[in-house]
């Protein structure tokens, strides 16, 4: 694969793009359910004359089949067409060298110490200065929004660790590089002397510092000697708080300082440290504020022309990764109009049947490919490398490539100036009257900052690419309860409900700019919320009908039920195989299905009630972080698969009720037709099969209602709640 002659040199490409096979045949398939489909709607409406019992559920449920069917409609096009990238890092070394790489700014973000420990974070951080990458073109950003000393402290710590980890690393060429899943993944049995004498000794290092730093978390504060080693502190006074605290620019390692150099005489790269300036009474527009922050401080530090942005949780497990993304951007051919490369989120506490649905297989295997088989990608806000250039506004027809490579830092400065000169760029009042949040930088006003702004940058004419390599980039953490994973979908879907609602409606805001294939994948995920509304329609009406005997369905032996039929099997056959294809089991093909239902049924209703409040003016954008540290008794819980039913109670009595629902309306229709009560009731069939899949797919909420008794089962008030609310929809309902 790697070629040495001249000539090569200039016209072999250093990444190679493949499309997904049987596309065609997918087409196929994809349009005999549209048929489906369509017949389904027609027998809606054919028969709408015809009923004369249940009118109005026959009117909802024919509402709800045309929300499901458009929103189907919406999902195809990001199967069309599916793309996958080969880089060729070797080729790159080989035409570059070492000296002419370009250099690199790494973002991490954390936000609060005690949902984000900072163990977690230098663990990241370590990893991102490990990178097999000359490290001084390497440098990395901390954000701070927490504002927290303790972040500080760990930070300093692992700075100081980074001189033997990072030798450490090149030198036996280790892998993952942050230290902690490292230790957790490998040991040092069957290995050389010299190689199981520096592995003791380096994690005898990190268990020093990790302990350390639990400590200080512990106590929640920092320990008096360190504090006063490190002038750094002085910065951080007992009025200090999270939302209230003025700027803290510190360069911990100066990349320049070459006395700032590892065990082996290697310079590390630059860290920085940065807490923006934060008043209650100035928005901070959380985690995109942080990075429209950082892309300032780092302009005026190092200035790379490449920005790679990680949540505090993402760490790198691929030492090559800068080197793959690079290939991408570094091609003659095809690299000078790339915007930014986007990895899949993974995480690294998927358990087998990843019953919470964290994993996102299909979305990562298929659909995020399948929007870059039109050209773009969706950014998703970490494990992303943005060409500075393009999140500075820039449109692609007024770029010129060589600004890019000339990005040089501005070397005369000493620290003091170059922290003093930073904290002016970090005030809250800094953007007042600017255009960062609207055509600079990250986009305010949504969560999820990291959809719009990929939706913005691909307006203005700039590709960008989808990579999925086999072996995984970055890492993370998944929710290990039900109401973080609620709390998480919550904030997607209200965010990219929002989205859909503002101006940057993929189908207008992108009207002429992108393909309208990139649009419908855009909206695939922006519509989430909505599509509560019909789920919710179907999992209510249809056990109240079947119940009071009135038939939503055609009977078995119609033939319109064939429409029905077909488009349920067929479009959950191939969702199960596309679930197998990605590796998984069946059982957590199940789960994925479960999860979806309970998102649809309560995260996804609040996000659509909250974006619809913030959309008529009554409430304000917010951020619930994801909680990423675990109680043992949580992660016991979440080891074994069983699901925990923390969280809100409303949110609770909602999926209780639903499922006790279904429950209730399919006994009473198996006693009607037991009882022949009415010459219709072979027309109840499939109520009956719907009603049982509900009643089996929500097994795991009986088990919480009426047979555990661990803590994360269902409380007999909710439990109580739930039955009457029940009871009552189903015999009060106006049918
Ligand atoms: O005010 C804030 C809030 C969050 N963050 C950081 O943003 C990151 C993502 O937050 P997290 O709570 O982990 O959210 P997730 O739902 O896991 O994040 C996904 O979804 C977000 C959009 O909702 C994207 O920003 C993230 O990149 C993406 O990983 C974390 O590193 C946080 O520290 C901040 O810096 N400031
Ligand atoms: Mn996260």
Redesign the pocket.
Known sequence: MEEKGVGEKECVPLFETKEGRLRGVYKVFSCTIFVAISLIWVFRVVNMGTVTNGRWAWIAVFISELGFGLYWIITQSVRWRILYQTPFKHRLFHRYGEANLPAVDIF?????PM??PPCMVINTILSAMAYNYPSNKLSVYL?D?GGSELTFYALLKASIFSKHWSPFCRRFNVEPRSPESYFATQNCSNSTAEFAQAWLFIKKLYEDMKSEIESAVAMGKVPEDARNEHRGFSQWNPKTTKQDHPSIVQIIIDGRDKSDVDGEGFQLPTVVYVAREKRPNYP?H??A???NTLIRVSSEISNAPFIL??????YSNNADTIREILCFFMDEKKGHDIAYVQFP?NYNNITKNDHYANSYLVINEFELGGISGYGASLY???GCLHRRESLSGTYLKDYKTECDIKLERNDNRTIEELNEGSKALTTCTYEQGTQWGKEMGLVYGT?????ATGLVISCRGWKSIYYNPERKAFV?VAPTSLEVACV?HK??SE?MFQVFFSKYCPFIYGHGKINFGVQMGYCNYLLWAPMSLPTLCYLIVSPICLLHGIPLFPQLSSPWSLAFAYAFLANYGYSLCEYLSCGSTAKGWWNLQRMKLIHRTTSYLFGFLDAMTKQLGLSQTN????D?AVTDDIQKRYEQEVIDFGGSPIMLTILATVALLNLFGLIGGIKRIMMDLESNSSQLIVQIMLCSLMVLINLPVFEALFIRNDKGCISSLVMLKSIVLAALTLYLAPF
Do not use: Y
């Not at 991490?108 to 609060?112: F, Q, S």
């Not at 942005?309 to 993402?314: G, H, P, Y």
């Open positions: 991490v973000c954390t936000a609060d949902l984000e954000s929004d901070h959380f985690k504020g942080a990075i942005n990680l949540d505090c949780d993402m989120q998703c806000g970490t969560p999820v900052e990291d959809i993370g998480q904030r997607w965010g951020f619930s972080i994801t990423k």
